[in-house]
Antibody
């Protein structure tokens, strides 16, 4: 099943950028699709981005499309999420998850991003 | 974009009772690309069901998913104390994938 550990969260100013990382272990990284899903405080889940095992396919949520880039380094077992032009509504816990493309089964514990205006 | 509406918003039941949660899509969810997740307070979501009716690895058989087209259901046959949580449906037909707003199952 493996483990996923997110990092890179914290307090960021509106208009700025951040890059989240998700370090994985315990599974064959290159064979797994990776996802980012976020949850604003007290709110529901929102799909952010996904990347296929070989990196050839990426998909983005509607509220981040054009501001967000997902990438992966299969030599380091890490997936990244770059978000630019941050807004207050990007404040959320960001989860990294692995598994079937679109329906991931294995989730990290999340990293909190707070965007200050 | 496919919009998913879950009902009811909150279900108040006792342990041992049956829970039935509904998820209705604004467009056909082709190939049954519909998943269900459980989330407890302070925890990451857990995948319960994918492909509308396939239980994920390690999920108890009291959880079952059904439906097709635009109407889907998650059923928990006999609620255990650990089942009281928030449940989300999610489609993965085409990007952007979307989640329902969530449904809370609370202890009556």
């Amino acid at each position: 099943e493996g483990q996923l550990v997110e990092s890179g969260g914290g307090l960021v100013q509106s208009g700025g950028s951040l890059r989240l990382s998700c370090v994985t272990s315990g599974f064959t990284f290159s064979r797994h699709d990776l996802h980012w899903v976020r949850q604003a405080p007290g709110k529901g889940l929102e799909f952010v981005a996904a990347i296929s095992g070989n990196g050839a396919r990426t998909d983005y949520g509607s509220s981040v499309k054009g501001r967000c880039t997902v990438s992966r380094d299969n030599s380091k077992n890490i997936v990244y999420l770059q978000v630019d032009r941050l807004r207050s509504e990007d404040t959320a816990v960001y989860y990294c998850a692995s598994g079937g493309y679109g329906a991931p089964a294995n989730w990290g514990q999340g990293t909190l991003v707070s965007v200050s205006s | 974009e496919i919009v998913l509406m879950q009902s009811p918003g909150t279900l108040s039941l006792s342990p041992g009772e049956r829970a039935t949660l509904s998820c209705r899509a604004s467009q056909t969810v082709t190939d049954n690309y519909l998943a269900w997740y459980q989330q407890k307070a302070g925890q990451a979501p857990r995948l319960l069901i994918y492909g509308a009716s396939i239980r994920a690895t390690g999920i108890a058989d009291r959880f079952s998913g059904s439906g097709s087209g635009t109407d889907f259901t998650l059923t928990i046959t006999r609620l255990e104390p650990e089942d009281f949580a928030v449940y989300y449906c999610q489609h993965y037909v085409t990007s952007p994938w979307t989640f329902g707003q969530g449904a809370r199952v609370e202890i009556k």
